[in-house]
Every structure is written in C-alpha cells, then in structure tokens.
C-alpha cells in the first residue's frame, strides 16, 4: 500500500508560480512510477506529467511543456510540480498517482491516488 498526500495549492496571479508537492508512506517508493493528472470544474481528469522510478525520465501533457516540471527525491519519498507562468486555465484540483508497472499518461494504470490540492490561477 501506498498512501499519497498533496500540498502546495493555493491562489496565484496569471504569470505566477507554485510547486506542489506529493509526500508518500509505504514501502519502495522509488520502484514507483509517479504521475500527476489535474481536473477543472466541469471536465475530466487530465494528465499532467509523469516521472520514472528513477527520475531520468518524464513526459508531459502539450498544455504544460515547458512551463512545468516534475521532479523526484526518492530519499524523501517526495515528487514535485514546478509550475511557472501558470494560466488560468491551469485552474484545477491536481493528483498525484503512483504506479508499479510501466509508465505513462493512462489514468486507469495508476494503483494510488491522492487526494488532490487545488490550484487557483486568477486573471
């Protein structure tokens, strides 16, 4: 089992920045795959960006390259989203996702989840 935990949300200017963070309890957090999808009011759930076990590789949505960017400390069974000149149709409730098996943008692969933190983006 792996429990999963969000912070770092909150209310930001268009242009602004935020990082959120994905604290993790249990076991072999490093052989997890880590992803982060995000929802906004009406809409689905989106991916976001994912990161390997290892942190050398991610991927990210088109919405979000290069204004956002994951990161991992295994050491701290923490992974990040470094977000910069965020838009207000970045305005969603973000998750974090873990996954042992592979890696990749399907929500449906994912074995965790958490919570979710929001994150506001005014104009």
């Known amino acids: 089992q792996v429990q999963l935990v969000e912070s770092g949300g909150g209310l930001v200017q268009a242009g602004g920045s935020l990082r959120l963070s994905c604290a993790a309890s249990g076991r072999s957090f490093s052989a997890y795959s880590m992803g982060w999808f995000r929802q906004a009011p009406g809409k689905e759930r989106e991916f976001v960006a994912v990161?390997?076990?290892?942190?050398?590789?991610?991927l990210y949505a088109n919405s979000v390259k290069g204004r956002f960017t994951i990161s991992r400390d295994n050491a701290k069974n923490t992974v990040y989203l470094q977000m910069s000149s965020l838009k207000p149709e970045d305005t969603a409730v973000y998750f974090c996702a873990a996954r042992l098996r592979g890696w990749g943008t399907g929500e449906t692969q994912y074995d965790y989840w958490g919570q979710g933190t929001q994150v506001t983006v005014s104009s």
């Open positions: 990161i390997n076990w290892s942190g050398g590789s991610t």
